[in-house]
């Protein structure tokens, strides 16, 4: 199947800082990228939809300011989690969207774990 | 809305079957996935159901009825590998236009010795 990484795989911050996170797609384009929130034991919770070239969706609740979203090419889109605090911590997940039409799935990277101090 | 309801915990031992159930409402259906996901792992893809039936892959397969908005996974020669969270998650065309996937809770399989 598709692969797709992310970096870093796991990362500790002091609160107040900024983060980036990368998504990328290794064997393949992917023009649509999703990031995923997911805290313990709890399902993934869409927080925005990435689009290669054009600005990020986000779900409602889910603050734009805050969660920077840059699609820059088709192998990569990054989430930055700006002035990161506590609450902030978690389990961040992004896949890429792979196929057409009834084809299409989503391939996970492995996550990165966020803790913030 | 959309809505999606699975187990929260099932427990199984090896070489059993186990199954594990899943209900939708969805507006826009367009397709059921199932994942699998290890503990502080990132999901992995398992099976897609978008028509009635079940799809057979190895150990697993899935089964899907639209007019009953239900699905089951099913997992055959249990492994203690297969103790993991498995998610059910729906493909509505109705979400944005980019086919985004709303994730059942997760359904965390136990399998003892």
């Known amino acids: 199947g598709a692969v797709v990484s992310q970096h870093p795989s796991w990362v500790i911050c002091k609160s107040g800082t900024s983060v980036k996170i990368e998504c990328r797609s290794l064997d393949f384009q992917a023009t649509t990228m999703f990031w995923y929130r997911q805290f313990p034991k709890q399902s993934l919770m869409l927080m925005a939809t990435s689009n290669e070239g054009s600005k990020a969706t986000y779900e409602q609740g889910v603050e734009k300011d805050k969660f920077l979203i840059n699609h820059a090419s088709l192998t990569l889109s990054t989430l930055t989690v700006t002035s990161a605090h506590p609450e902030d911590s978690s389990f961040y997940i992004c896949?890429?969207?792979?196929?057409?039409?009834?084809?299409?799935?989503?391939?996970f990277g492995p996550g990165t774990r966020l803790l913030v101090l | 809305g959309q809505n999606i309801d699975q187990p929260t915990e099932m427990t199984a031992t090896e070489g059993a079957i186990v199954q594990i159930n899943c209900t939708y409402q969805?507006?826009?259906?367009?397709?059921l996935f199932w994942y699998q996901q290890h503990a502080g792992e990132a999901p992995t893809f398992l099976s897609y159901n978008v028509l009635d039936g079940l799809e057979e892959k190895g150990r697993f397969s899935s089964f899907l009825s639209r007019s009953k908005g239900y699905s089951y996974l099913l997992l055959k020669e249990l492994q203690m590998k297969d103790s993991a969270s498995y998610l059910c998650?729906?493909?509505?065309?109705?979400?944005?236009?980019?086919?985004?996937?709303?994730f059942g809770a997760g359904t965390r399989l136990a399998v003892h010795p």
């Open positions: 896949s890429a969207r792979v196929g057409r039409g009834g084809q299409e799935t989503q391939y």
């Open positions: 969805t507006s826009g259906f367009n397709g």
């Open positions: 998650a729906v493909r509505d065309r109705f979400s944005g236009g980019y086919n985004k996937l709303i």
